[in-house]
């Protein structure tokens, strides 16, 4: 029995293409998608560090005193963690795998001097912060050097200048657009009256809740309820930027024109690769992303689409369900 099985797979491997190349004689040609290797544009980083602290395995080092970007090539998983979180986009993942080696692979790559910081930084002056400022601290949360001290009692707001890289990064993160390098006014926004929810609309996913920087929203699922702290919420406006069924606003929540239909995610298995980051992110637990194995419960699913926003592969898309 076992012969003719053996039989079988000879002939009929007779009539397809070999499995392997004659490699190096003839080169592997690698999906446009594929992440082979970090690469670096040295002239455009400013040596945050940002890279090297969210880096799961240490392969990245910046030394900002000696104006070097390193990386150890072996140590390296290919996440893509550094290119998402880059401030400056100077990281990207190249589609060529690091060539094969006895040794360990270390690329050291010279940035420039203005990567120190200081007066020479690519962002004129220093960092200041404006009067429309909540005190939310979502800058401080996002500052990689720890550059930013925020203090809500007290309604104080300062920065270690020698700390600071100059990135950008809490300027990006700030809801009322109050920081800026030099100074600069920033927009108080549309924040009239208290927050409030569309509870029609709602989906009482919790994500609202999940990225409040003052634990001011609370959401219950099992007993559909959403409260709001008004004497913590800083209407910074998070909640509003997070909510996937748009229905928070302040003085009068948004409402849809009409009422809102039920979708899920669909999975595009071609694309996947597996990384769990939506199960990870899915506020109810309906996703599951076991290698070559994605499923999704819909019964939990609440249709918040948490799931698109973080699928590094984009291979995750909403349909709607009747």
Known sequence: MGFFKFAKTIIGSIFKKPATLMYPVVQREWEERTRGAVGIDGDSCIGCGICAKVCPTDAIEVNK?????????????????CVDNCPKKCLTMENQYTTPDV?????????PAKASGGASASSDGDLVCSDTCVFCGLCAKACPADAIKVDRKAKSWEVDKDACVKCGACIDKCPKKSLSFGGGEGD?????GPLSCNLDACVYCGLCAKNCPADALEVDRKSKTWKVDEDACVKCGVCIDKCPKKCLGFGGAAAPAEP???SIPVLDAEKCVYCCACENECPEGAISAELE????DEEKCV???ACIGVCPAIALEMKTVD
């Open 293 to 296: 194995n994605w499923t999704l």
């Open 188 to 192: 108080a926004g549309e924040d009239d």
């Open 103 to 111: 040794t360990k692979t270390v690329d050291t790559v010279a940035i």
């Open 65 to 81: 005193a000696e104006g070097t970007w390193t990386i150890q090539r072996m140590q390296c998983v290919q996440c893509s963690g």
């Open 303 to 305: 249709g918040c689409e």
């Open 260 to 262: 809102p239909k039920k």
